[in-house]
């Protein structure tokens, strides 16, 4: 299957700061690629579509401000948290859609654990 | 919208035997599919098998094999011959298909954790 990275695989910031998560795709290109969150012991949220070239679509309740997505190129999606602050702790993920064994397949990331002092 | 349901907060099987993991979905898309990812505790999301709402057969890969029963919106996940290693949350999720508001976007279930036992 395709091989997606993301950096870094954990972060500790404090109150106020922002902080950027990249998500690569290694060897396939990706022109969608999705931002998940979640939380423990819970299941993923879909934040946003990040699609290569244009705007990020979001998902309802999720602030377009407070998670800036870039789709700089066909294997690179960041998600900037700005001015961080304790509740956006949490395990984010990213996606890159690809083809499996002839069959269009989400291909996850590790995730980034984010904890905000 | 889309709607996935997994009901099994919780399962447990000896080692060796075979588990299945219930998955039922709602959605008004005419053309869908289904996914189920396996997370072990590292947090990476780990892709097990797929089936297309049009495909005649069920699918297989290995030991999982998916249960699908589309009258019933049921897309349960068989593991066959369980190892220590299976132990991990399994998540069942959905994607529109093209021409439908959802597509390319998944919706998880709430997922099972699965414990194999020696």
């Known amino acids: 299957g395709a091989v997606v990275s993301q950096h870094p695989s954990r972060v500790i910031c404090k109150s106020g700061t922002s902080v950027k998560i990249e998500c690569r795709s290694l060897d396939f290109q990706a022109t969608t690629m999705f931002w998940y969150r979640q939380f423990p012991k819970q299941s993923l949220m879909l934040m946003a579509t990040?699609?290569?070239?244009?705007?990020?679509?979001?998902e309802q309740g999720v602030e377009k401000d407070k998670f800036l997505i870039n789709h700089a190129s066909l294997t690179l999606s960041t998600l900037t948290v700005t001015s961080a602050h304790p509740e956006d702790s949490s395990f984010y993920i990213c996606s890159g859609q690809g083809w499996d064994r002839g069959k269009e397949t989400q291909y996850f990331g590790p995730g980034t654990r984010l904890l905000v002092l | 919208a889309q709607k996935i349901t997994q009901t099994q907060p919780g399962m447990f099987v000896q080692e060796k035997e075979a588990v299945t993991l219930d998955c039922t979905y709602d959605?008004?898309?005419?053309?869908?599919?289904l996914f189920w990812y396996k997370q072990p505790s590292s947090g990476e999301m780990i892709f097990l098998i797929y089936?297309?709402?049009?495909?005649?057969q069920n699918a297989t890969e290995g030991r999982y094999s998916l249960n699908f029963q589309k009258a019933r919106k049921s897309a349960n996940l068989v593991i066959s011959a369980s190892q220590l290693g299976d132990s991990a949350m399994y998540f069942c999720?959905?994607?529109?298909?093209?021409?439908?508001?959802?597509?390319?976007?998944?919706?998880f279930g709430q997922g099972t954790i699965l414990t194999v036992h020696p």
């Open positions: 990040s699609n290569e070239g244009s705007k990020a679509t979001y």
């Open positions: 089936q297309g709402s049009y495909d005649q």
């Open positions: 959605t008004s898309d005419p053309s869908y599919g």
């Open positions: 999720a959905m994607r529109g298909g093209a021409g439908g508001t959802s597509y390319g976007k998944l919706t």
